[in-house]
């Protein structure tokens, strides 16, 4: 009895999707009101906490800076993040107080600043038990961007924490390491995080490749 190939034949094997750049209409389809758009029923945006979610109500606020020290005014980023507990829910509900999930966008309108309502997160304990700082992990889609990119925002106002962070310290440079560190700020009585990300050249922000 003639036993199956377990290799795959050329004929049989199917050719790699081809790579596209992550723009310029990735509004159109992911940040409706950016776009002009009419929002949907459910829409995934910018205020991932409502009023009665437990822990400490934050904004981040930012800007997405090119090579040339320029803005990227067509950014959309993607944030997610754990709750005040260092726990990530599984599931997205605009009726719940919380959720881990949100998308923000800087525009070519005038709104070079992409922001973000949500809460501080807790510190977050990976399966081999080692903690990780309190962070919010951001995914960037732009114009030019081939594959969207991946990094993310630590505290400032936590220290201890980030020192023995094992992701933050697995960057060696110190310097390096600033890129990933969001200032704190006081703004009309609210906590306010600034965290600038610079795709390229001087400053360039560290970028995981998870």
């Excluded at 029923?41 to 800076?65: F, K, L, Q, S, Y």
């Excluded at 310097?175 to 704190?184: E, G, K, S």
Aim: glycine share 8%; aromatic share 8%.
């Amino acid at each position: 009895m003639k036993q199956p190939n377990s290799q795959p034949t050329a004929e049989l094997m199917l050719r790699e999707t081809a790579s596209q750049t992550a723009g310029p209409y990735v509004h159109i389809g992911l940040a409706l009101d950016v776009a002009g758009l009419p929002e949907r029923d459910e829409e995934i945006w910018n205020r991932m906490a409502r009023p009665e979610a437990d822990g400490e109500h934050i904004e981040v606020v930012g800007t997405v800076i090119d090579g040339n020290g320029d803005l990227v005014r067509d950014a959309l980023l993607e944030a997610w993040q754990a709750d005040a507990r260092g726990e990530y829910r599984p599931e997205f509900d605009l009726e719940q107080p919380f959720n881990g999930f949100g998308r923000t966008a800087t525009t070519a309108e005038g709104a070079s600043e992409w922001r973000l309502e949500t809460i501080k997160p807790g510190t977050v304990t990976r399966g081999d038990g080692r903690v990780m700082a309190p962070h919010i992990n951001l995914a960037i889609f732009a114009r030019g961007v081939n594959i969207h990119l991946q990094t993310r925002l630590y505290f400032e106002d936590e220290a201890e924490a980030n020192a023995a962070c094992p992701v933050l310290n697995a960057v060696e440079s110190p310097a390096r390491r600033q890129t990933l560190i969001a200032r704190r700020e006081e703004a009309d009585g609210r906590v306010r995080y600034r965290f600038d990300i610079r795709l390229q050249g001087e400053g360039e922000t560290v970028f995981f490749d998870f």
